[in-house]
């Protein structure tokens, strides 16, 4: 097994390709990574239970809606939306 050093992980110069994230990508990810959790869960699990399901059933949909997509579409826009600010200045 391998080890990955943590600057080459976020961005610095990986793999000698020169590619460098951009200021603040690790922030940005994980700030939307976790609003989205939050958002799907909120949103799924609580349609959920509006709809009629249990409070053990909607808390098991919302709990997985939130780790599956919540957490990849919140960690996709959250960089998106770092890498579009940082090209615009």
């Not at 994230?21 to 909120?42: D, T």
Request: no cysteine; charged share 10%.
């Amino acid at each position: 097994m391998t080890s990955i050093d943590a600057r080459e992980a976020v961005g610095e110069g990986v793999g000698g390709s020169g590619f460098a994230a951009p200021p603040g990508m690790m922030r940005a990810v994980v700030l939307g990574s976790l609003i989205g959790i939050v958002a799907a869960f909120a949103f799924v699990g609580g349609g959920m239970y509006l709809a009629g399901m249990g409070t053990s059933g909607a808390l098991a949909v919302g709990g997985m809606a939130a780790f599956w997509g919540g957490l990849g579409f919140g960690s996709m826009f959250g960089g998106v939306w770092n890498m579009t600010r940082n090209e615009e200045h």
